[in-house]
């Protein structure tokens, strides 16, 4: 069973332009950490927010975390190409440290 | 500092037949985890250790696959006899400490079972 759901499943967006991708969750949280995985390779981490932080930045990148809606959204500031890749949400869970992930959000960023 | 290593990178057998999959996680990861990722998915995971420990195990299809995570350091996983729908990239992970800190992945397993 999946404990994140990101939207949308695919995104496709021109470079220099802004990718915003969102995860629902069901149950409480220790922690939610988002990940990157390019075409045939492993999964790399991108940021961990933890339940009592609201946002946090690295880089590029913006999460937001609303514990009381049980979401959270990734945004990517000015795309490259090379951040072509799918992107997943991953939740901790506050009962029992299970690291499940969602779906993911397929992203393509034309040059 | 090394990563997760896994091997072997492909693997292609027939039906009913067995594979094992190996997991050298980073030195010092407490945790470890295997994932199943099939083609388009998410990965689901299969079984989670803590030390040599099993911390949840609850998405693994015990009638045909095993793991065991030996003196809490490397770990195998296997299946057998493999099915069609076993076909997918099995991933390892490692974290440091349980549910509290990133997960570093390897480059993990292709199956295919044909």
């Known amino acids: 069973s999946q404990q994140g759901e990101e939207d949308p499943q695919a995104l496709s967006i021109q470079e220099g332009e802004n990718a915003t991708m969102n995860c629902s969750y069901k149950?409480?949280?220790?922690?939610l950490q988002w990940y990157r995985q390019n075409s045939g390779r492993g999964l790399v981490h991108l940021i961990l927010?933890?339940?009592?932080?609201r946002e946090k930045h690295s880089g590029r990148l913006r999460v937001t975390l609303d514990t009381s809606k049980k979401s959270s959204s990734l945004l990517i500031t000015a795309s490259r190409a090379a951040d072509t890749a799918s992107y997943f949400c991953?939740?901790?869970?506050?009962?029992?440290?299970?690291?499940?992930f969602g779906g993911g959000t397929r992203v393509l960023v034309k040059p | 500092e090394a990563g997760v290593a896994q091997s072997p990178r492909y693997k292609i057998i027939e039906k009913r037949q067995s594979v094992a999959f190996w997991c050298n996680p980073i030195?010092?990861?407490?945790?470890l985890y295997w994932y199943q990722q099939i083609l388009g998915q998410g990965p689901k995971l299969l079984i989670q250790?803590?030390?040599?420990?099993?911390?949840?195990d609850s998405q693994l299809p015990k009638d045909r696959f095993s793991a065991e995570r030996l003196k809490g350091v490397d770990s195998t996983l296997k299946i057998q006899p493999a099915k069609l729908e076993d076909s997918a990239v099995y991933l390892c992970?490692?974290?440091?400490?349980?549910?509290?800190?990133?997960?570093?992945f390897g480059q993990g397993t292709r199956l295919t079972v044909v």
């Open positions: 992970a490692s974290s440091l400490i349980v549910g509290n800190t990133e997960a570093f």
């Open positions: 149950t409480s949280i220790n922690n």
């Open positions: 927010i933890r339940s009592n932080e």
């Open positions: 991953a939740t901790v869970k506050a009962a029992g440290n299970k690291l499940t």
């Open positions: 030195s010092g990861h407490a945790t």
């Open positions: 250790f803590q030390n040599n420990g099993v911390v949840d």
